[in-house]
């Protein structure tokens, strides 16, 4: 047959270019993974699960705004920190998939402000002591002093502190160091109150009192070891 080794020849050649072709292919997917998952801040496996952080409480709860807002066509408008992010109890701060806890505007929370203020994590609303999460550091003070008075957490872990007024007296939990000034929590008589933060990343010990004048004096007093 003439031609034949022509045909053959022309079958090769054809043959690289759809396999160069393939490779060129799959190459540039790779790329455009990479880079969506750069943008986004968060990983992506191979088969597109978002991963979460392993610090995140697995007793934690989907996060809901309490004020949604529409865009024009009735659709929530939701930070892009905020979506899958996580409560550990409701009223606390919403923490994102990478374990940061944040403002409801998606923002990191700053654990060294005032206590109330904008960028500071929020205590709850009154919340009933047997329903929260196993996760929740859990506090009782009183005139007696705090109940466990040390605890520990991960270093720069999102922890939720609950406290409870186990008396007939309001106290208020707050930390000595100046980079936890934040975090607060105030309870009336024989309430509890929680707060969520990330724990500071360096490892110590990091004192707290209660804030009722004559209070931290009669031993109202304890210390949070940071691993
Ligand atoms: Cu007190």
């Known amino acids: ?20 072709a393939i490779i060129v292919v799959a190459a540039l997917m ?13 990983s992506s496996n191979s088969l597109g699960v978002k991963s979460v952080s392993e610090d995140i409480p697995a007793d934690a709860q989907a996060y809901v705004p309490d ?4 865009d024009e066509e009735g659709e929530a408008i939701i930070p892009e920190a905020l ?14 998939t990478d374990g940061t806890v944040v403002t409801p505007a998606g923002e990191a929370v700053q654990n060294d402000v005032m206590p109330m203020s904008p960028k500071a994590p ?25 109940e466990p008075a040390e605890i520990s957490v ?23 160091d100046s980079v936890l000034s934040a975090i607060a929590i105030g309870v009336p008589p024989h309430e509890t109150s929680a707060i969520t933060f990330n724990s500071p990343v360096e490892a110590g010990e990091y004192t707290f009192h209660c804030d009722v004048p004559g209070h931290a004096a ?8 940071v691993k």
């Open 122 to 146: 929020k205590q709850t609303s009154s919340l009933a002591v047997e329903e929260l999460p196993v996760s929740v550091v859990k506090l009782d003070v009183s005139a007696a002093g705090f």
């Open 218 to 225: 009669r031993g109202e007093v304890g210390k949070m070891i």
């Open 83 to 96: 979506v899958d992010a996580m409560v550990a109890v409701v009223g606390a701060n919403p923490i994102t």
């Open 154 to 176: 991960k270093a720069g872990a999102p922890v939720t502190i609950a406290i409870t007024s186990a008396d007939d007296f309001a106290h208020v939990f707050i930390f000595d």
């Open 1 to 20: 047959m003439s031609g034949g080794p022509k045909n053959k020849k022309l079958f090769i050649i054809l043959g690289l270019v759809v396999i160069v």
């Open 67 to 70: 004020n949604v807002v529409l």
């Open 30 to 42: 790779t790329q455009k993974d990479e880079e969506s998952s750069a943008l986004g801040g968060e």
